[in-house]
């Protein structure tokens, strides 16, 4: 088909998502955590990602041309073949659709594989493409990563694996996709910086965008703030903004319309993070905490967020991504000594610069080695999601997400025919 006909098809298979998208809200809300808001947004993008792939995919059918001579050379786009999607638990259905549309779009079939902590969203959104498409063409596993991920990956026929989560799970997909030298897409976290300048206009805000920025889904955000760094002259004004935007937090189960921040999806994230504070506190950095809980907080993988103060730039809630309601603060003295703390990390994802001037903040914002630059915030909802999204460094390979996330999932063919002028 070509690619003006497949976008067609698939936007026309969205038709059947808003049947049950309240229960489907809630049940995602409910196996993983996040208040019902997210939820909901989770959903909403899912379907929008299809309608910005669309964009993009009709350039597929759009031939190259290179006239000669000595040749007339046409350059195409064809799809490479079975692809396969695994990705995690925090934002699931989103994060399939930064790749799912354009795999589909640039005429790919492929497998889908759930996270195992919150496959049961997946499956009931999916179901409604699968029945819209073609046989074959969409497809879900789910099952213990373990068990199928070898499969998924490891089968020779599988000619492209895109995959979202830890940096250790992205070196395993590669060591499997390596046997057959399968494509990869790896988006693997980030540990985030944020570069607060001197100029910088700290309003109630502002304040409000730094503290979405890090605690939105309770932490577990790949693109979340997970770094500040504040000029020394700055330091307590920031802590005392921050602080007022915590002090009111809600800390309960997602469906309760009065909580503001859900649990942690599993406990063994609870307590990594909580281990990383407890080091904090250990090596004398202050931990402040905010907010209270609305009920048993012990039933569940409950958190308040909390500020460390200061703490040493070799400790681990600064020096690893905590995926948890936990905000290193740091006073840095010089511009220079900021963008040489913010780039010196294994990660490359995304960062922010903060400031009143925006060229300013430009000049600072090109030394930053991260995939994504925000300025004035740190979120999803601060880039045009037609520009293409992926890291620097640990932080992945390829590129989902606008032009180049279609384009990362085809093959480039190049026909060249002899042109009549040419010498024999």
Known sequence: M??????????????????DADARTDVLSRENGKIRFEAFIDLAVFAGRFHQAAEFAPELDVDEKIQGPPFNT??????????????PFNWPLAILAASLPAALMSGNTVIVKPPPTTPLSSVQTLKHLVKALPPGVLNVVTGADAVVGPIVVGDPRIRHVCFTGSVGGGKRIM??????????????????????????VLDEAAFAKMSGATFMTTGQVCMALKRLYVPRSRYDEVIDGLS??????????GLDPNVTMGPLNTAAQRDYVAKLLEEAKASGAEVQSYGEYTGDWTSGNYMLPSLVLNPAPDLAI??????????????????????????????????????????????????LR???????????????????????????????????????FTETHVMA??????AH
């Open 175 to 200: 060591t499997m996709a390596a046997a057959n030298v399968t494509n990869v897409t790896l988006e693997l976290g980030g540990n985030d910086p944020a570069l607060l300048l001197d100029d910088a």
């Open 2 to 19: 070509s690619a003006t006909d497949r976008v067609a098809i698939v936007l026309k298979a969205l038709e059947g998502l808003e049947s």
């Open 244 to 253: 007022a935007t915590l002090r009111g937090q809600k800390i309960g189960p």
């Open 74 to 87: 046409t350059i195409t786009k064809l799809s490479r073949g079975v692809v396969t999607i695994i990705y």
């Open 417 to 422: 025919v002899p042109d009549g002028s040419a």
């Open 318 to 367: 600064v020096a690893e991504e905590q995926f948890g309601p936990a905000l290193p603060i740091m006073p840095y003295d010089s511009e220079e000594e900021a963008i040489r703390l913010a780039n010196s990390t294994w990660s490359g994802l995304c960062s922010s610069v903060w400031s009143g001037d925006n060229e300013h903040a430009l000049r600072v914002g090109r030394q």
């Open 370 to 408: 991260t995939g994504v630059t925000f300025f004035n915030n740190h979120n999803a909802t601060a880039v045009d999601e037609r520009a293409p999204f992926g890291g620097f460094g640990q932080s992945g390979i390829g590129r989902e997400l606008g032009r180049e996330g279609m384009h990362d």
